[in-house]
């Protein structure tokens, strides 16, 4: 995990590709989960622990992690009995 942030600032030149339909930030978080880039995909986030990042203007959670193919993604993060997204 300690990599991600080295990695990505690596990827700065990189494009996501299109999550769907939608346009902008609605695409990249439209499915709760989403391939990071570059760290510009993350600009609408504050980290706030290794593993943890808070959407600035959602005020959810979301865990970024890297995913078995060695992507780094983030997902946003939901409680188990009520699956709505989590909030600071």
Avoid: C
């Amino acid at each position: 995990m300690s990599n991600i942030y080295a990695e990505l600032l690596e990827g700065l030149d990189k494009v996501a590709d299109p999550v769907s339909e939608v346009s902008g930030i609605d695409a990249f978080l439209a499915s709760g989960t989403a391939k990071v880039a570059s760290l510009s995909d993350l600009a609408s986030f504050f980290r706030v622990s290794e593993d943890t990042l808070v959407h600035k203007a959602q005020k959810d959670l979301w865990r970024i992690a890297e995913n078995p193919q060695g992507e780094v993604v983030i997902e946003r993060l939901f409680d188990p009995t009520t699956n709505i997204a989590l909030k600071v």
